[in-house]
């Protein structure tokens, strides 16, 4: 049975937990915790403020006339909030975490210790340009590694994300256009896309333009080609694709756009596969974000700040965004005001980018090396073939052949089973595991899609592999009612996903 919230109330007597007859609504040691606001007392704070004096006139009018509605907490009372509230989340550092195209791998504790030197953290971005020229030439230094491991000439550093490097991208490709005089109207963008790629299109003002895959998962070159016209501003590939497979005609591709006078733009979500091994410019890419979350083990940290660097090519370079670093013999300047030949097309944030990550994913190549990185590449595609491999006879493949960083499963090894992609998912929450992606990419019927990263160790894959290939058995062997009320030992069950995306309750309003 479940109480109000969703979880599973007290145990039945002659269950587990037999002789309770009252119940509080923890579970062990997880607490059923009530919001901040529904916590503490009014005028208790965290630290003791000196009285303020009160001078009439100090705001000029403006001075709060009503409560501020904010919880009155102890010190203990925070911590222990959110250190509950951490206790019922998942999380990289509890066990692998196998989320699909989110490439969430180990964060390594060096990058930390470096991004908590108080030389970075405690910087201010509106200090004088003399006092920051450490910070400056660090970002210089971690732009010349994104130049050289893509072999692209431009890095613009301040976009937040993969999906704000994707809109610094085509900004910069439409601020070409536009130089030339060319009022393109279409992007054309595979159906395997990430969401974020027709989002992105669409929000810059163009319209999105589908194109089909083939049989074997890739991009048809062919209904590429005749998609292609005066019109076209840009194609959006993602290299390796969404169904983890690399896109054989890449070249191909770049050739056809760039002769019918586009550009090419490149998801770069998933360059963790290939960095080292392939240079994004020698492919004839033309801009390209990369998630430093993803490839260079920066935190996610729940969608932000994140770090979405975007690599230019020698035609984009000019229109990049606002500010930029640039260094004058042993100085280093951010430039914040168009100068020279630049065309920059406006600025993304108010100031530079992420410190925090930048550090951290400098740390991460300084400490790999150029071979370390390669390898980097290499070890993750083979823990995706590892996967591939293992449950290949208990689950079912959508395409023939060897994967590069994504293991991509389809639902026909559920057919019959009354079992769905979605009760697998939330059984492997009972298994102790996060859920891999589902239902993406939206060209594999029911896909579960499994990014096992390079940072697992073999002993962890194979528990992982053991887990999943236990459910796909039970499911096969009519186990059903484990899977349709699945999870049983979360501290939630399941919720309402479309509401929670569609109307979101963001804000808490104290009762009447
Ligand atoms: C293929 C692909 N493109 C773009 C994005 C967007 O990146 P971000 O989450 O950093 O905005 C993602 C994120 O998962 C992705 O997987």
Known sequence: MLNRQGRPSAPEAGSAGAGFTTWTGHRGLAHEEPLSFEQGAKGRTAVDLPEIPKVADRLG??????EIGLPGLSEPQVVRHFVRLSRQNYAIDLGVYPLGSCTMKHNPRLNEKLARLPGFADLHPMQPMATIQGALELMAQLGGWLSKLTNMPAIAMS????????LCGLLTIRAALEARGDKR???????SAHGTNPATAAFCGYTVDPIPATADGRVDLEAFRKKLGSDVAAVMLTNPNTCGLFEREIIEVADAIHAAGGFFYCDGANFNAIVGRVRPGDLGIDAMHINLHKT???PHGGGGPGSGPVALSAALAPYAPLPYVVQEGDKFRLVEETEGEAKPFGRLKGFHGQMGMFVR?????MSHGGDGLKQVAEDAVLSANYIMAALGDVMTAPFEGPCMHEALFDDRFLKGTGVTTLDFAKAMIDEGYHPMTMYFPLV???????????????EALDEFIGALRHLAERAKAGDTARFTGAPYLAPRRRLDETAAARQPVLRWTPAQ
């Open 61 to 66: 009018g403006l001075a709060r006339e009503g």
């Open 159 to 166: 976009p937040a994300a993969g999906a704000h490097g994707e």
């Open 185 to 191: 109207k279409r992007v054309l963008v595979p159906e």
């Open 296 to 298: 260079f083990s920066t």
């Open 361 to 365: 994913a400098l740390t991460y190549m």
């Open 444 to 458: 594999v019927h029911g896909a579960l899609l499994i990014e096992p990263t390079e940072t697992e160790s073999k």
